[in-house]
């Protein structure tokens, strides 16, 4: 069993891999408004990016535990939180604006590094979604103020399917992505 940085007395079983999915623990990953008003992922994902057309918004995280959003004509919103959250809402809203929901991603998990100067971890997944990569790396940080949640990612493998051959469709399909990545990608080769 790992640990994690942001929350070192929880334990989890680490990524493997397989094929992940983004599950509902992610909306409620905790923001705050600049008014101090606090929200969560799902809240402001619903209210805000859903409801409107995404193409013109502008995303930035600001690397202060922030995010600025904004479209022409509009004050930028800014948001407060763990750069996890921050993280995870603009890839949210980066998908959005491609015109992929963020929900019907799979997220295949490939490396882990550790940094040698302060405890920090660094997780990277390709990213696929209606059958081709949509990502090749994606890079989520674990480390003491990051507000990482390992609990956002469902195991698709682990799914109970409702035909006998779920489970060998299920690791097939993660095998060819995996070989499709490695073979294909400059982030898979090197």
């Not at 992940?20 to 909306?27: A, G, P, S, T, V």
């Not at 969560?40 to 922030?66: A, M, Q």
């Not at 790396?137 to 990482?148: I, K, M, P, Q």
């Amino acid at each position: 069993m790992k640990h994690t940085w942001s929350n070192p007395n929880k334990s989890w079983g680490g990524f493997r891999r397989t094929k992940y999915y983004l599950n509902d623990r992610l909306l409620s990953l905790p923001l705050m408004t600049a008014s101090k008003e606090f929200t969560t992922v799902g809240v402001f994902y619903k209210d805000f990016i859903t409801d409107r057309s995404v193409r013109d918004l502008e995303v930035e995280e600001t690397g202060l535990g922030g995010i600025e959003i904004a479209t022409p004509g509009m004050d930028k919103v800014c948001l407060m939180g763990k750069s996890f959250s921050c993280r995870v809402l603009r890839l949210m809203i980066e998908f959005q604006k491609e015109g992929i929901s963020p929900f019907s991603t799979s997220w295949f998990w490939y490396d882990s590094d550790s940094a040698t100067q302060f405890p920090q971890e660094a997780y990277s997944f390709f990213i696929v979604s209606e059958n081709k990569t949509a990502r090749e790396r994606v890079v989520l940080f674990d480390d003491s103020e990051a507000g990482f949640d390992p609990a956002i990612f469902g195991d698709a493998a682990r799914l109970s399917g409702s035909w006998s051959s779920d489970k060998a469709n299920d690791r097939a399909e993660i095998r060819f992505w995996y070989r499709k990545f490695y073979a294909e990608t400059y982030a898979g080769q090197v």
